[in-house]
Nanobody, 122 residues
Framework: QLQACGGGLVQAGGSLRLSCAAS????????MAWFRQAPGKERDFVAY????????YYTDSVKGRFTISGDGAKNTVYLQMNSLKPEDTAVYYC?????????????????WGQGTQVTVSS
């Protein structure tokens, strides 16, 4: 029900835009987020958006470089990633949750996309 795409290989300093399209139901009342998982590491929080209020949160390491946004008409959430660094290399997952309280906790989210690989070369 969540389809993530837009990943790829990019040089350090470059940009990518990830998209997460929802299908099968509307997620307009849901909170949306992006997480990422590097090899051998846990899946970590990256960014969050409340479509209703427009509230966003970011993990410290991406503040000022990444921007999360949503298009309710298209039922799609985006993650614009600029000034990419090798340490941003990971599989990126989008997630949706109905009653998210702690935005950075994986178990707060009910639906997950399949992940899209982002590789940043130095």
């Amino acid at each position: 029900q969540l389809q993530a795409c837009g990943g790829g290989l990019v040089q350090a300093g470059g940009s990518l835009r990830l998209s997460c399209a929802a299908s099968g139901r509307t997620f307009s009342g849901y909170r949306m987020a992006w997480f990422r998982q590097a090899p051998g590491k846990e899946r970590d929080f990256v960014a969050y958006i409340n479509w209703s209020s427009g509230t966003t949160y970011y993990t410290d390491s991406v503040k000022g470089r990444f921007t999360i946004s949503g298009d309710g008409a298209k039922n799609t959430v985006y993650l614009q990633m600029n000034s990419l660094k090798p340490e941003d290399t990971a599989v990126y997952y989008c997630a949706a949750g109905a009653g998210v309280v702690n935005v950075n906790r994986r178990n707060e989210y009910d639906y997950w996309g399949q992940g899209t690989q982002v590789t940043v070369s130095s």
